[in-house]
């Protein structure tokens, strides 16, 4: 038997050595499984801290005081996007809309928006503090975390798709804003013989490759974030309507997917509410779309 041991454990040293060793792996384990638990629970704290921070403005409670963040916007710029959500996350009493007519403003009022935007364009989110958030995408992410609560239907995704939440919400408002713009000022407010159809005809094919990405996404799913409605379909839906603006829509005829999609964003109240000016008739425009290629550069 003590052979048999000798073999198994090896000689009274490196027995006890075997026990320390195994006694240290132990306590390793252990403490790395501590770091993991200690570590998910200061980040869920910290971040119901930092959703605190503007959740005195809780939609479950009487609103203390209306107009504690203020969103400068124009329809139909990119901070449509940003009042869409508005109107989705039903928080209108906290948000303070501001309507901002950079085209027909007098120099004085339009040094004063620069005041909060330094480009002077929209959108702009100014918080109570006095920080201004620049960025559609930016507002929209801030916006679905600020006014997240337990008790209420949230615009964040379910966890699996948290990378699709991110990415489409980042590639839209980098990427296919990059793309629209131009086709826009192109194919809607240029003169036919003064475009530039070079200019064109690359945007058209990225624009196609970008819409094979998102139709992708979504040929399978009613929404960016399967069939849950988030914040980012307010930004990938703007540029799919923004899209349907452009040259009597035809930019959307062979990808289905999206037009579905849209006829799909439509129905929802929020977005009759917030786009009706042209949710019916996408071709035509406004006073404000006219000069669009002017303003929206930095949006």
Known sequence: KSSRALRRNGPPDQFQNNIIMRYLVSVAIAAAASVVVVGGAAYYYLRKKIRGSVRSLKVDETPVRQGHL?????????????AWLVNELHVEDYVEVVSVNI??????????????????????????????????????????????????????????YLADYFNMICYSACTVDAILEPLYIQLTHTPEEKRNQSLIDTNMRKF???????????????????????????????????????HNGELLKEFPVLVQYLERLKERPAFKECMKKKASEPSETTEASETAQSTESSQ
């Open 103 to 160: 085209h027909g403003a007098e120099a004085k009022e339009l040094m004063e928006y620069r005041d909060v935007h330094p480009h002077g364009t929209l959108p702009a989110l100014e918080l109570e503090d006095g920080k201004v958030i620049l960025e559609s995408s930016a507002i929209c992410l801030y916006l679905a975390e600020a006014f997240l609560d337990s008790n209420d239907d949230s615009l964040l995704p379910e966890p699996q």
């Open 208 to 246: 196609s490759i970008s819409c094979n990405v998102i139709s992708t996404l979504l040929n399978d799913r009613l929404y960016v974030c399967g069939s849950k409605f988030t914040a980012a379909d307010c930004v990938v839906g703007y540029n799919v309507w923004w899209a349907s603006a452009i």
């Open 70 to 82: 203020k969103l400068y916007h124009s329809f139909p710029f990119r901070s449509s996007r940003c």
